[in-house]
């Protein structure tokens, strides 16, 4: 079990976020925790009604909760995404997890890698106590830019002095699991330096880096920029720069790209965004959140009232599924295999063409084809080119 649970709550919209947020002064923790909680049982148990209204032979979610209750099973992975999971108190965050967690697995404890999504700002020495303390073990702390000119443009509420005080606090609290985030490609007249910001990010010595080229996203903030032209879109050059400099950058300090966005050093790749990449099941709950079963993907309503007020109704938060066929299965597979390091076996295809060996968009070794950097660049388009060589084999 892979269990991602989505934080919506933001003190403010970042310039390209089109992310399922709801903005919020007060962060209504205490509801969002039950709401939460309900889902889980009404996922667990479709025919329960929500908590604090249930009959006595419902049987609860939380562990050691008499004869009827109930717990997640063998879960591997928890991931808290947004929004800002870190606005959440870490009392709250601390309940989830004695909720959530298996507490052994015959009679030993359990690895499990438990992730939170932070801002540079909410990460002081005793939040993050309290979060390991909680069981956090794992933290994804959104940097996106050492420049602070940089980062008051894309509207965050950190400043770059932050991002080091936050990842020393992580540290003196015993995370040592740390990530960071970044985002390249930026608008000329910003004038970001692309390489300034690496060597920053290194030197704080993350075991993770998730680096985003910035896209423009339908009704943000930075879409109305360049509507009105008040900025220009990205630049698909200097993207490639960045891109393929980040490669030479990380991988020369010993990080290993082991999917298209993503580095780490030996030992510390997300074991949570994994399953995704390897079309394992999945659970999510909270708004916008996804679940995969293997063949069914399903996803729940998008705004925080909306499916607030279905789990309170005791009605299902999912607002949609799709039962993928085989052949969608199949170019899923190509896709998922080519983003990763793995790449995949060579004998689904009956021949790549031999113009993307030749280019270096593909190596083949040892019987598995992967992308270089540079096909990584590519990606949407060599998937669309090489589905058409696929071969459905039963």
């Known amino acids: 079990m892979h269990l991602y649970l989505h934080v919506p ?17 007060r962060i209504p923790a205490q509801e969002y925790v039950e709401t939460i909680l309900n889902e ?27 004869p009827g209750a109930r717990h997640p099973g063998e879960v591997d992975t928890i991931y808290f995404g947004g929004g800002t999971p870190s606005l959440l108190p870490p009392d709250a965050i601390g309940r989830l997890l004695r909720e959530l967690l298996p507490r052994t697995t015959h009679d030993a404890p359990r690895t499990i890698e438990v992730t939170l999504e932070a801002n540079p700002e909410d990460v002081t020495p005793d939040h993050a106590k309290a979060w390991r303390a909680a069981g956090i073990n794992r933290v994804s702390l959104g940097a996106q830019s050492f420049d602070d000119a940089v980062l008051k443009w894309m509207h965050r509420s950190h400043d770059a002095a932050r991002i080091g005080a936050a990842v020393h606090a992580l540290r003196g609290a015993g995370i040592e699991n740390i990530s960071l985030d970044l985002i390249f490609a930026l608008p000329d007249e910003l004038k970001r330096d692309w390489e300034r910001d690496l060597d920053l990010a290194l030197a704080l010595r993350p075991q993770h880096m998730s680096l985003y080229g910035l896209t423009v996203e339908p ?23 960045e891109y393929l400099l980040a490669h030479r950058r990380l991988m020369a300090d010993g990080f290993l790209f082991y999917e298209v966005s993503n580095a780490s050093l030996p030992g510390f790749h997300s074991r949570h965004n994994s399953a995704y990449w390897s079309g394992k099941p999945y659970r999510g709950l909270g708004p916008a959140a996804h679940s995969f079963d293997g063949t069914t993907r399903r996803w ?12 309170t109704e005791g009605r299902s938060a999912v607002e949609s599924e799709e039962r993928l066929t085989d052949q969608q299965r199949a170019v899923e597979a190509l896709y998922l295999g080519l983003r990763t390091a793995e790449g ?17 968009w593909l190596v083949e070794h040892n019987g598995r084809l992967r992308c270089t950097p540079e096909g990584w660049l590519r990606l949407d388009s060599l998937v669309n080119e090489l589905a058409m060589h696929t071969e459905t084999r039963q």
């Open 40 to 66: 889980l049982t009404r996922v667990e148990s479709p025919a329960a009604t929500p908590r604090g209204k249930q009959n006595p032979t419902a049987g609860s979610f939380a562990p050691g909760r008499g």
């Open 9 to 25: 709550f933001c003190q403010r919209r970042c310039s390209y976020c089109d992310f399922s947020i709801a903005v919020r002064k």
């Open 344 to 360: 995949l076996s060579s004998t689904i295809l009956h021949q790549p063409p031999p113009s993307f060996t030749a280019l270096g």
């Open 300 to 311: 729940n309503l998008r705004a925080w009232e909306a499916y607030r007020r279905a789990i």
């Open 219 to 241: 009704r943000t903030p930075l879409d109305r920029w360049i509507s009105r032209g008040a900025t220009q879109a990205p630049d698909d050059e200097r993207y490639a720069e």
